[in-house]
T-cell receptor, first 115, second 111 residues
């Protein structure tokens, strides 16, 4: 399968714990995005990488959230001291710089439940 | 005002019906427009891009109205399998490669 893969698919954690999600984009894509989606809402932008550089972060991304893409390939999104409001689907997407800007390929998401 | 707005619906239509959704955007500098489809508990998948001249893909037609700042999606001869949430996405361009999504419009096609 050469699509975007995310791990884990589901994570249940207690409030205050740290969680980390991993995203492996399509191999030739240099742009990688993290979005968050809650029930009844569209995906909300969190952060964006071009290669290994984190170029933009949403103000939604509090200091408890950190994302990395150390070698310009896979990315991790860590949430520290989780809160119940962090419960959501965390979607990773990738795109190639050669494509029409805005066409994203999404992974199946990592669903986080904070108890 | 939200950057991208959609009527959440649901739009409940019989098979064979024609249904249309609109999506308004607030930034007049927006340059790229897209419709995504999202099935229940699945990831969004690109349905079609929206070009200035409008474009059609089978039963689906997308149009852009820059003057009124909205895009539309028309689905003809609705199928049960068209039941999904339709998300519009807008990219302001100009070096920004970050699409902003609407909340989606839910479509339910019934027999």
């Amino acid at each position: 399968d050469t699509g975007v893969s995310q791990d884990p698919r589901h994570k249940i954690t207690k409030r205050g714990q740290n969680v980390t999600f991993r995203c492996d984009p399509i191999s030739e894509h240099n742009r990688l995005y993290w979005y968050r989606q809650t029930l009844g809402q569209g995906p909300e932008f969190l952060t964006y990488f071009q290669n290994e550089a984190q170029l933009e972060k949403s103000r939604l991304l509090s200091d408890r959230f950190s994302a990395e893409r150390p070698k310009g390939s896979f990315s991790t999104l860590e949430i520290q001291r989780t809160e119940q409001g962090d419960s959501a689907m965390y979607l990773c997407a990738s795109s190639s710089g050669q494509e029409n800007t805005g066409e994203l390929f999404f992974g199946e998401g990592s669903r986080l439940t904070v108890l | 005002r939200k950057e991208v707005e959609q009527d959440p619906g649901p739009f409940n239509v019989p098979e064979g019906a024609t249904v249309a959704f609109n999506c308004t955007y607030s930034n007049s500098a927006s340059q790229s427009f897209f419709w995504y489809r999202q099935d229940c508990r699945k990831e969004p998948k690109l349905l079609m891009s929206v070009y200035s001249s409008g474009n059609e893909d089978g039963r689906f037609t997308a149009q852009l109205n820059r003057a009124s700042q909205y895009i539309s999606l028309l689905i003809r001869d609705s199928k049960l399998s068209d039941s999904a949430t339709y998300l519009c996405a807008v990219n302001i361009g100009g070096g920004s490669y970050i699409p902003t999504f609407g909340r989606g419009t839910s479509l339910i096609v019934h027999p």
